[in-house]
């Protein structure tokens, strides 16, 4: 079953803005840390972003300055907001998370289905 539902990718055009969301199954219960990545064809998964339970951002050279990622108490969702869209942030993008669900002994890794992000020049 789906444990991570993402929306909010689609075509924009170079210097616009997009804001991913990724929503938790509402069986997850607890989230450690929370990542976004993507991959574009012919190209392995390049890590973007990550938040720590306390607050602590982490992001990628390729994207600091221009994407920010955040989170919300209701439905536990995550955000990718991404600004000043260059046609190499083309890809599909993933929200990952390390996340207990209630029938988890302890965490592991949740993985959205992916979403396409297209930049037009």
């Known amino acids: 079953q789906v444990q991570l539902v993402e929306s909010g990718g689609g075509l924009v055009q170079a210097g616009g803005s997009l804001r991913l969301s990724c929503v938790p199954s509402?069986?997850?219960?607890?989230?450690?840390?929370m990542r976004w990545y993507r991959q574009a064809p012919g190209q392995q998964r390049e890590w973007l972003a990550a938040m720590s339970n306390d607050g602590t951002t982490s992001y990628a050279d390729s994207v600091k300055g221009r994407f920010t990622i955040s989170r919300a108490n209701v439905e536990n969702t995550v955000f990718l907001q991404m600004n000043s869209l260059k046609p190499e942030d083309t890809a599909v993008y993933y929200c990952?998370?390390?996340?207990?669900?209630?029938?988890?002994?302890?965490?592991?890794?949740?993985w959205g289905q992916g979403i396409q992000v297209t930049v037009s020049s």
């Open positions: 509402r069986t997850i219960i607890s989230i450690a840390v």
């Open positions: 990952n998370i390390v996340a207990r669900a209630v029938t988890d002994i302890g965490p592991r890794d949740y």
